[in-house]
């Protein structure tokens, strides 16, 4: 991890998230959070290639935006104008492996992922439905 690159990318992942439909309707979904954090984690535990793959499918939970993450991430390695597809970043990182920069390519996915991280923290995170049965108080 690079302080000054996390640091320099912190607006653009704040436009960033705006531009991939993360930030809506004056909120950002709790769910994001935890999604980003996982997704860190995931990347810090175990391996580059499988946490992209991973995150770059919807799963099945309505309020999933896992691939949205990984598109505002891949927005801030390439730039905003790169072309992308539904795996872009999964592709670039496997392409990036393939040419013997893994290392490389993962501290700019790491960076990416906390300015992400960090970005969000600049919204307002809209507030947990309380689960049917729970009770108040």
């Known amino acids: 991890m ?10 653009k992942a704040q436009e960033e998230i705006r531009a991939q439909g ?31 793959a991973y995150f770059s499918k919807k799963g099945s939970g309505e309020e999933d935006g896992r691939p ?20 872009s970043l999964y592709e670039y990182v496997k392409q990036e492996i393939r040419a013997g920069r893994e290392d ?11 300015a992400v991280k960090l970005a969000i923290n600049l919204f307002n995170v809209k507030p947990r439905k309380p689960k049917e049965g729970a009770k108040n108080g």
């Open 68 to 87: 949205l993450l990984m598109k505002a991430i891949y927005a801030l390695i390439k730039g905003h104008n790169a072309p992308q597809g539904e795996n």
């Open 104 to 114: 490389s390519v993962k501290e700019d996915v790491i960076n990416a992922a906390l």
């Open 22 to 52: 993360i930030y809506k309707d004056g909120f950002i979904d709790n769910t994001f959070r935890g999604q980003i954090s996982s997704f860190g984690a995931a990347v810090t535990m175990g391996s580059l290639l499988s946490a992209v």
């Open 2 to 11: 690079d302080k000054s690159k996390v640091d320099a990318l912190i607006p």
